[in-house]
């Protein structure tokens, strides 16, 4: 499968200290590659290097098969973005802010302003200035005008910021669509874990400016590992029918929110739950779970802190 | 670049400029009427004189009035980030920059022009009715004067460039208001006509440097971070 978007030991430092470092990052073609990160770990300063806003102290960034040089304009014609907040022209209305922009980038589809704002479900507001527009408002706006050209390749940050339940979910279906409809390729950057793992073909993790890890959801989905949950009052009696009636000794107890996690999987959960009650204990609930993004997610930033304080 | 002398239009509307026009030529006027009126000393000596005060007092306003422009279409675009939009267009950056400065100048260089013909012409039709002084205006006067108006009005277009530098060193409107007018008060103040900026030698030369100034800053565009 061929790249649309590469970068090679991209740094960025700001007065000798680097706030992105060695990052080497390849984005497939057609797939959301999902930027995860807490705040400041630089992900915004990688993306506004890829779209040639501040420019790289060292490091090359190859987009859409060609070299990025400060002075790549027609590259990016073909992309489409939202840095940091989605920035409008406030006095303008919705419809004059993407007639600008379809303007500037040399677009000239009349019904390419209408389609966007219905695809992202904006509707009569056209003729408002955007500074009556509420933060989630203006990020469906700035996605309408990322969008509205077609492009090869969206870069979004934090798109779902400031929006509400349903407003994320209908993006996420949106960005799902561009996707698997048009074949956009989306560098979609975000912190909010859950959401990623949704969509995403791929995870980078940055952290302290350092791309720690690059990762297909499928290869994460295959690490993980399942576990059965019980919550209940009789932590003690539980715990010694799993040991000594089951024979189960990988098991962990949290006492505090008096829970037993169960991860040695030789016996079906119905067996287990039978002993349990004909045990006599008080099961509240048995659950099937498995770690989530989330929890790589933190293992692996906690990791990365543990080192940094190790050394 | 007409076009995008067009979309920059769209995005800032110029009708302040229209509004400014009006309001500084009625405002120099009344006070080129008011000094010539004051009793006692006489204020003006003839045309050449009377001509030469509207003249400092026009370039004075568009050298702080261009620092409004050059604060509403370049360090403003930088403040609120929306510069960030125009970075990401398939388009040269030296040529939106240029497209921005060139409305600034052309805008600026027309208004000083006409201001000073409005109120000259004015201030003639005024000293014909009610006489302020008895002089009479010749044709040659009209003619040095014609082309010391579009020296002086090509300088001070230049020189008003030059708030651009200390505005865009810290991305702040105030700095570029307020260079502006220490350029100007420095330029034009004095007394019976002495100023710096009579000696032409003066704003040609700090028309020059805003020009270099307007040059460097385009050069810049496309290797400063934003």
């Known amino acids: 499968m061929t790249h649309i978007l590469r970068t090679y030991q991209l740094t960025k430092s700001y007065r000798g200290k680097e706030a992105v470092s060695n990052v080497s990052m390849n984005i497939r073609k057609g797939e959301i590659y999902g930027f995860v990160g807490p705040n400041g770990a630089g992900k915004t300063t990688v993306m506004k290097m890829l779209t040639n806003l501040i420019k790289p102290t060292s490091g090359e960034i190859e987009i859409l098969g060609e070299r990025l040089t400060p002075t790549s304009y027609e590259v990016l014609k073909r992309m489409g973005s939202i840095i940091e907040n989605p920035i409008f022209y406030d006095r303008l209305t919705a419809r004059e802010n993407l007639e600008l922009h379809c303007e500037y980038m040399g677009f000239y589809n009349r019904n390419a302003i209408r389609e966007a704002l219905e695809l992202v479900n904006l509707k009569n507001v056209e003729r408002k200035p955007v500074k009556h527009f509420s933060l989630g408002m203006k990020q469906r706006l700035g996605i309408a005008r990322a969008i509205a050209t077609k492009p090869e390749l969206l870069i979004l940050d934090e798109p779902i910021n400031g929006l509400d339940p349903v407003g994320i979910r209908e993006l996420r279906d949106l960005f799902v669509m561009l996707s698997t409809q048009y074949g956009i390729t989306m560098l979609i950057s975000s912190h909010i874990l859950g959401e990623m793992e949704q969509i995403a073909n791929t995870i980078g993790v940055i952290q302290g400016g350092k791309l720690v890890e690059e990762v297909s959801m499928e290869a994460i989905r295959g690490r993980q590992t399942e576990y059965l949950e019980l919550t209940t009052r009789d932590l003690t009696k539980a715990a010694f029918i799993l040991e000594k009636g089951l024979n189960i000794r990988n098991f962990r107890i949290l006492e505090d929110s008096g829970l037993i996690r169960i991860y040695e999987r030789k016996l079906p959960q119905s067996d287990i739950a039978k002993a349990l009650i004909v045990g006599g204990v008080s099961v509240e609930s048995f659950n099937k779970k498995s770690h989530t993004l989330e929890d790589y997610f933190l293992k692996l930033i906690q990791g990365g802190e543990a080192r940094e304080a190790s050394r | ?226």
């Open chain 2, 1 to 226: 670049m007409k076009h995008l002398v067009k979309l920059e239009l769209k995005k800032h509307s110029l009708r302040g400029a229209l509004y400014t026009f009006v309001i500084a030529s009625l405002a120099i006027f009344g006070f080129v009427l008011m000094v010539g009126n004051t009793d006692g000393e006489e204020a003006f000596t003839g045309y050449a004189n009377a001509f030469s005060v509207i003249e400092f007092l026009t370039n004075a306003t568009y050298v702080v009035f261009a620092s409004v422009l050059l604060s509403r279409f370049v360090v403003e675009e930088y403040r609120s980030n929306t510069i960030t939009i125009l970075f990401t267009y398939p388009i040269n950056r030296k040529k939106l920059m240029l497209a921005k400065l060139l409305i600034v100048c052309a805008v600026t260089f027309v208004l000083i022009v006409l201001t000073n013909v409005l109120v000259s012409a004015g201030f003639y039709w005024y000293n014909e009715q009610w006489p302020i002084f008895t002089d009479e205006l010749t044709n040659e006067l009209v003619a040095s004067q014609a082309l010391r108006l579009v020296v002086h009005a090509a300088a001070n277009t230049g020189l008003a460039l030059i708030p651009l530098y200390f505005g865009m060193r810290k991305k702040s409107v105030p700095a570029t208001i307020v260079s502006s007018i220490i350029i100007a008060v420095l330029l034009n103040a004095g007394n019976n006509g002495s100023t710096l900026g009579s000696i032409i030698a003066v704003p040609v030369a700090l028309g020059v440097i805003g020009i270099l100034v307007a040059y460097f800053t385009i050069r810049r565009v496309e290797h400063v971070d934003v």
